[in-house]
């Protein structure tokens, strides 16, 4: 009895019943670890950001800047999208979509790290700001969901391809289908 090549290790393989063929589909670890990241920058925007200089007044993520709460809702939308397209799609994502969540979420990483090297919004006002702790809350979260999207991204794509497995040659060849 011939066998199939054995699958490796990023993939996990199920029958589509209509086919009866194996298809390979995405693992899911890396969503896991993107929706963790994004819950998490969501939470970042209700800590505070900035603390002035040389008094107790403190600002949150809110009240500093309107792109931070606007970035943590993107990355629930997108977060939304790729669960649904994870459902959706034959291999079990869409490797275009989780580009763009991991492209969203390295610029968050970026802005929240620029953010803690130079506080943005006091500058006009001239207040002597600090960095506080919303903002490695919104560095861990970002890097968290970006390393997830990566991770998702490397994983094989959605309907575009199919994999067929010969069993009698133990051979794999890959077919487009539209």
């Not at 079990?92 to 919004?121: D, E, K, W, Y």
């Not at 490397?154 to 010969?166: A, M, P, Q, T």
Request: net charge negative; charged share 20%.
């Amino acid at each position: 009895m011939a066998t199939a090549e054995p699958h490796d290790s990023t993939t996990r393989s199920a029958t589509t019943p209509r086919e009866g063929r194996p298809v390979d589909t995405a693992r899911k670890a890396g969503l896991g670890l993107a929706a963790v990241g994004v819950v998490v920058f969501n939470v970042a925007p209700f800590m505070d950001w900035v603390h002035l200089g040389d008094s107790d007044t403190s600002r949150t993520g809110y009240e500093t800047d309107s792109l931070v709460p606007f970035v943590a809702y993107l990355g629930l939308g997108l977060l939304l999208a790729m669960a649904y397209a994870g459902k959706r799609a034959r291999r079990g994502q869409h490797r275009g979509l989780t580009l763009v969540s991991m492209a969203v979420a390295l610029a968050a990483t970026i802005q929240c790290i620029a953010f803690a090297l130079n506080p943005m919004g006091g500058l006009e006002r001239g207040d002597d700001l600090g960095a506080a702790v919303g903002v490695y809350v919104g560095i861990l979260g970002a890097a968290l969901w970006a390393i997830g999207s990566g991770l998702l991204a490397k994983e094989v794509e959605g309907d575009d391809e199919h994999r067929d497995v010969d069993l009698r040659a133990g051979q794999s060849s890959t077919t487009r289908t539209r």
